[in-house]
């Protein structure tokens, strides 16, 4: 089994910052991306934010350039996206998503996603 522990979100006011942070954990035995995603009502299709692929090259939506980073702590699969300069069109449900490849009982590559976390800038 494999999760996606996300933490960070909150209330921020335009022109702020906010950072989150996302960790997988469970049988993995090899990470092919990891990355951000949000949703800006329920109903609407998920945006991709960012993402990292196994080869590195960090992807970036057009809307974030400049303004969001994403990195990954040495060494673990923790992954990190802060967000400067936030917008209220930034006001989204962020949920963090991998492409992981499990060990048992059998290799099986999935996709996984994290329960989501709450980010709301206000004007």
């Known amino acids: 089994q494999v999760q996606l522990v996300e933490s960070g979100g909150g209330l921020v006011r335009s022109g702020g910052s906010l950072r989150l942070a996302c960790e997988p954990s469970?049988?993995?035995?090899?990470?092919?991306?990891l990355g951000w995603y949000r949703q800006t009502q329920v109903g609407n299709e998920r945006e991709e934010v960012a993402r990292i692929p196994i080869g590195g090259g960090t992807h970036y939506a057009e809307s974030v350039k400049g303004r969001f980073t994403l990195s990954k702590e040495n060494g673990k699969n923790t992954i990190y996206l802060q967000m400067d300069r936030l917008r209220p069109e930034d006001t989204a449900v962020y949920y963090c998503?991998?492409?992981?490849?499990?060990?048992?009982?059998?290799?099986?590559?999935?996709?996984?996603w994290g329960q989501g976390t709450q980010v709301t800038v206000s004007s």
């Open positions: 469970g049988n993995i035995a090899s990470i092919l991306t």
């Open positions: 998503q991998a492409t992981i490849i499990t060990a048992t009982p059998v290799k099986r590559t999935g996709e996984y």
